[in-house]
């Protein structure tokens, strides 16, 4: 279970990349903490906490919002 899930039960998480996604966004974008903080509390390198960002935006991007956090998208 994602931080973002654990602390607002009835939000959503992305189901199209995982909980791992949810919590660079929510640490990084909600939080606001530096990426040096993001990769702390997620336990992942600086470079991977960024990574995980641009994989997680570039789906949002790509596929649209709604469809990212059903799952929809990569099996079509």
């Known amino acids: 279970m994602s931080v973002l ?9 992305i189901a199209l990349l995982g909980s791992a996604y949810v919590d660079v966004l929510f640490w ?5 903490e530096s990426w040096d903080g993001v990769a702390r ?11 995980y960002a641009d994989v997680a935006i570039d789906a949002a991007d790509t596929y649209g919002i709604a469809r990212t956090m059903d799952g929809d998208g990569m099996a079509e």
């Open 5 to 13: 899930e654990q602390r607002h039960p009835d939000w959503y998480s």
């Open 28 to 32: 990084r974008y909600c939080a606001g």
């Open 41 to 51: 509390e997620c336990g992942m390198s600086e470079k991977a906490a960024r990574r």
